[in-house]
């Protein structure tokens, strides 16, 4: 990855201007997408031509799926762009109401390397918001494309993107009595899918770690929980140990050296806290309670989990070393696998109330409680790199005979629109999503 990364990045500039700039604000209330012309990235021959077109489409599809941009259809486009360097007429896309423009070009600088350049324009404004070109090897297009989509967001919104991402999960197959649960990883879009392990021991609620080249799961070894760490980029993995009683996989803090989880012992279910370096554990609860799915804050301070001490499962924050604890959840039903947002401003959760699950998310101090999705079954919330987008896994109602519906994944925005779902070859639970790949 680091080769890669050091081969991409050329040159990265921003125009500067006294006029307002285009922006779409996402922190607040929903907002109707951005009307965004994309010609098909100019090329020189068929070669690139060909790059063009897919990396067209790439960003295309990150930007539409972000429910934040609407590409107008090409048949309007009035200009024809050659290269680069071509200015656009202004006055043409404000013809058919674009308010962004993004213009690119694709161009083999050897045998194996091209050139992908890419330029943002205000169109009411008629000025340059972003250029950049990319130096690559042809078989990093897709990562690009990404990269490109990303930038985009981010000088729209002003907020980082998340396109430049992988998700892993659980695929689901075999009967459901039978079921074969391997883990399994792909680019946020779906592409670049492959299976990570055999499927012969049950794998569980896989965690990104900070570094993004772990991952950690859990698995039962001779019906015991044993929590896993598997190197993405090697394959490689080690046993962290046995955690009797344990039922969700341990969650990584925001540096990587420690794990929190929550596991039984003589009956009672606590929270502790590991240290990866020296493999010591520190219990961190102390009631006779059930204390269940704790998830750091990103500055490391605090801890969200689920407990029953109250009488129903809800929601508490307590600091990371187990003191000050307090309630935040004051809702009808129950709250479960709580997840503190990357940007520290929410925290989302399962709620149960009223037979139904839902998702949903709050303030960390509890206030501000909104639903964002339901269903038969809805759980396992996890977050985009900037925290502002969901995904969680879905499993439809059984049918007549009583089988099983079909367990997928899907997307929302915290605003509670434009849920989506995410295309997995077989069924899938259990999502997280990793940090950005690149620090673009």
Request: no cysteine; proline share 5%.
């Amino acid at each position: 990855m680091k080769k890669f990364l050091t081969a991409v990045f050329v040159v990265l500039a921003f125009a500067q201007s006294a006029k307002a700039e285009l922006s779409i604000d996402i922190t607040g209330a929903r907002s109707e997408p951005m009307a965004t012309a994309l010609p098909v990235f100019s090329s020189t021959d068929g070669k690139s031509a060909e790059f063009s077109r897919k990396i067209t489409g790439v960003v295309q599809s990150d930007l539409e799926s972000s429910g934040l941009f609407r590409i107008l259809d090409s048949f309007a486009y009035l200009q024809k762009f050659k290269n680069i360097d071509d200015s656009p007429r202004f006055v043409d896309w404000q013809a058919i109401s674009a308010e962004a423009l993004i213009q690119g070009a694709v161009e083999y600088v050897n045998a194996k390397q091209i050139k992908i350049s890419v330029r943002l324009w205000d169109v009411p404004a008629a000025q340059e918001m972003y250029s950049s070109s990319f130096e690559i090897d042809e078989k990093g297009w897709r990562r690009v494309a990404h990269i490109i989509a990303d930038a985009v967001y981010k000088r729209i919104t002003g907020e980082a993107g998340y396109f430049d991402t992988r998700i892993v999960y659980i695929a689901e197959t075999g009967t459901p009595l039978r079921r074969v649960k391997r883990l399994a990883i792909m680019d946020q879009d779906g592409e670049n899918h492959q299976f990570l392990t055999d499927g012969i021991n049950l794998v569980l609620t896989p965690r990104f770690s900070p570094n993004m080249q772990q991952i950690t799961y859990m698995s039962y070894y001779k019906d015991t929980p044993r929590v896993y760490l598997f190197d993405i980029e090697t394959g490689k993995q080690q046993v962290v140990g046995d955690f009797p009683g344990m039922t969700f996989a341990p969650r990584f803090s925001p540096d990587g050296h420690k794990l929190v989880m929550s596991m039984a012992e003589n009956g009672n279910t606590e929270i502790y806290e590991m240290n990866l370096d020296t493999r010591a554990v520190k219990q961190l609860t102390h009631m006779p309670s059930i204390e269940t799915s704790p998830s750091y804050s990103p500055d490391g301070k605090r801890i969200v989990f689920s407990s029953d001490r109250s009488g129903g499962q809800q929601l508490y924050v307590m600091n990371a070393n187990g003191k000050n604890m307090r309630r935040i959840s004051f809702g009808k039903g129950r709250y479960a696998t709580p997840v503190w947002s990357p940007r520290g401003d929410y925290i989302a959760f399962t709620k149960m109330a009223g037979g139904k699950f839902y998702i949903g998310v709050m303030f960390p101090d509890g206030k501000g409680e909104r639903l964002v999705a339901e269903g038969y079954l809805v759980e396992g919330p996890t977050w985009s790199p900037n925290g502002r987008i969901l995904i969680y896994f879905r499993q439809e109602a059984p049918d007549r005979r009583g089988i099983p519906g079909a367990t997928k994944i899907y997307a929302v925005d915290i605003t509670g629109y434009n849920e989506r779902r995410l295309l997995t070859p077989v069924d899938a639970s259990d999502p997280a999503w990793s940090p950005l790949l690149s620090d673009h």
